[in-house]
Structures are given as C-alpha cells and as structure tokens.
C-alpha cells in the first residue's frame, strides 16, 4: 500500500463491484457513511480500527512485515 487513496480506491472497488451504495456497506462494516466516503476518499487520518472493519468487511488483506 502506497497511500491512503490507493486503499480507498480498492475499498470503493470492491463496494461498488458487490452494487451496494455506501449507507448499505457502510452498514454492513459496522461503520457510518462519512467514515466511509472519508475512507474511500483517501482521508489519512482514519481510525485503524474502523478501516480495518471495512477492509475485512470489503474482503480486502492487508498485512504488515518489517523492512
């Protein structure tokens, strides 16, 4: 992952890809819409909690390892 946008874009991706606006996966998370559009917008500053919510939620992997 390069940027909080290049994750964003995969989450909008992946809801738009399953036809479900953003209130409904938004719901679906366990998140509310603005956090959502924030997220898929890029916003940096996001709550790692909830974006691993809905990148779980979205079927997206992430994980880390050490340089």
Do not use: C, H, W, Y
């Amino acid at each position: 992952m390069v940027s909080p946008s290049t994750l964003g874009l995969l989450v909008r991706r992946a809801r738009e890809s399953r036809q479900l606006s953003q209130q409904s996966f938004a719901d679906l998370a366990g998140v509310g819409r603005r956090f959502l559009s924030e997220l898929e917008n890029g916003k940096p500053t996001l709550e790692l909690g909830k974006v691993l919510k809905v990148t779980r939620t979205a079927g997206i992997e992430l994980f880390a390892r050490q340089r």
